[in-house]
């Protein structure tokens, strides 16, 4: 990959945006790039699992050894973008597809 | 249109738009389905009519639609060391993965598994001006869906005011402000697996990706769609699912659809980034990486 692409193609992205709002009737004209990858140094390596609590289907069910794993990073630590529910109803439902 | 959330068919999966005020639900789905349909227009591999489709060996200059996909596509591959390579597409089909999943038979004939993926690196892209080698075919489908929810999730929030939420088959982006209790997301990948809820922070995005959806039959070996490039072949089911949460939802589908490729060395990869992420692996065990609450059922 050419060092040049990643600038050109984050100029690009300002008409992509604008592309989209033009689509709708809009004039939008604020991009972000998309690959704003996280750092962390992490302080566990995976070397340190830990049971964690009940709820799921796998950890009600499963046989024994480790129902429920974690790895910690650095991230654990920090204000999370994942924390508990709410308890109301899910808006939305993330799976593979 | 009533309501706060709008749910469609999209590409042979399901989507949703989410809004935090009920007035603004007509106009943030239209938004949102104006881009979904230009993306799919600008990269859709089964689409004939699609730029994509239409790309041969040479140098091209992309819309600027496709010119961002492709972009972001070769960021992730380079974000990712190369683990998630936008130049799978013949690999995918030789593999039988040749038109949109639905149509694909039920088995057929066995596939050889000693096609090579060309690799990132021979792909060059400066602006709108792509550079495509001979041999080299284009798969946009490990980010341009991901890319898609961030930008009409961010067009809807521009255009309304509101906050928004864009889940595109199970990739979640959102943007504006978020709801009093924040973004409730439930994770589960197919019925079998184990599910949970979770709140998701405001203007973060959160991306699944599965060894179990997107599978088909050759020769009576099971396949599934994501490539691992460094053997040109469907990536060693270790894990059923693998969920990221990131500021953008085309970091957050590619460190996920890097850790299936990973396999056994996704949590300590994810973990060393800094992702929170839940992996769940052939005996429906979940393993959470970061700070990944602790499960509550749905």
Same mark, same amino acid.
């Given at each position: 990959m ?15 945006v ?14 972000t ?13 995976g ?12 950890e ?6 480790t129902? %429920?794993? %974690?790895h910690?990073?650095?991230?654990s ?5 994942v924390?508990k529910p709410?308890?109301t109803?899910p808006?939305?439902t993330?799976?593979?597809? | 249109?009533?309501g706060t959330t ?13 809004v935090t ?21 600008a990269c ?5 009519d699609?730029?994509?489709a ?8 992309l ?13 992730? =591959?380079?974000?990712?060391?190369g683990?998630?390579?936008p130049?799978v597409?013949?690999t995918l ?6 038109r ?17 993926v060309p690799?990132w ?10 550079e ?6 284009l ?16 067009a ?7 906050g928004?939420l864009?889940e595109?088959g199970?990739?979640?982006a959102?943007?504006?402000p978020?709801p009093?209790?924040g973004?409730?997301?439930l994770v589960?990948d ?9 709140t ?25 769609h ?8 469907p990536? =060693?089911?270790?894990w ?15 460190a996920?659809t890097?850790?299936v490729i990973l396999?056994?060395?996704a949590?300590?990869w ?6 929170t ?19 509550v059922a749905?």
């Amino acid at each position: 990959m050419k060092r040049s692409r990643r600038l050109q193609a984050g100029l690009a992205g300002l008409s992509v945006v604008s592309a989209l709002g033009a689509a709708v009737g809009l004039g939008l004209t604020t991009h972000t790039s998309s690959s704003q990858t996280s750092q962390g140094t992490a302080s566990d390596t995976g070397a340190a699992q830990q049971a964690s609590g009940s709820g799921s289907r796998s950890e009600e069910n499963d046989d024994s050894t480790t129902s %429920s794993r %974690s790895h910690q990073s650095s991230q654990s630590n920090q204000s999370s973008p994942v924390s508990k529910p709410a308890n109301t109803t899910p808006q939305a439902t993330t799976s593979g597809s | 249109m009533t309501g706060t959330t709008y749910r469609f068919e999209l590409w042979t999966t399901t989507a949703a738009v989410v809004v935090t005020d009920p007035a603004v639900l007509g106009t943030a789905v239209d938004v949102v389905r104006a881009g979904l349909d230009r993306v799919e227009l600008a990269c859709s591999r089964f689409r004939p009519d699609s730029e994509l489709a239409g790309l041969t060996p040479g140098t091209h200059r992309l819309s600027p639609l496709l010119a961002d996909l492709v972009g972001t596509a070769l960021d992730a =591959a380079e974000a990712s060391g190369g683990l998630v390579d936008p130049t799978v597409g013949s690999t995918l089909r030789a593999l039988g993965y040749d038109r949109s999943i639905e149509l694909l038979p039920g088995d057929g004939a066995p596939v050889s598994l000693v096609h090579h993926v060309p690799g990132w690196r021979r792909v060059h892209l400066y602006g709108d001006k792509l550079e495509l080698p001979l041999g080299v075919e284009l798969d946009l489908g490990a980010t341009a869906k991901a890319r898609a929810a961030d930008l009409t999730a961010r067009a809807a929030a521009e255009a309304t005011g509101a906050g928004v939420l864009v889940e595109a088959g199970g990739d979640i982006a959102t943007a504006g402000p978020p709801p009093e209790q924040g973004w409730q997301v439930l994770v589960q990948d197919s019925p079998d697996d184990p599910a949970g809820r979770f709140t998701l922070a405001a203007g973060w995005a959160v991306a699944t990706s599965s060894t179990v959806r997107r599978a088909w039959r050759r020769g009576g070996v099971r396949l599934h769609h994501i490539v691992d490039p460094r053997t040109a072949a469907p990536a =060693a089911p270790v894990w059923r699912s693998a969920t990221v949460a990131a500021p953008s939802c085309a970091e957050a589908n590619t460190a996920s659809t890097a850790a299936v490729i990973l396999g056994h060395d996704a949590a300590t990869w994810l973990a060393d980034r800094g992702y929170t992420a839940r992996l769940v692996d052939q005996r429906h065990r979940v393993v959470r990486v970061g700070a990944w609450p602790q499960e509550v059922a749905a």
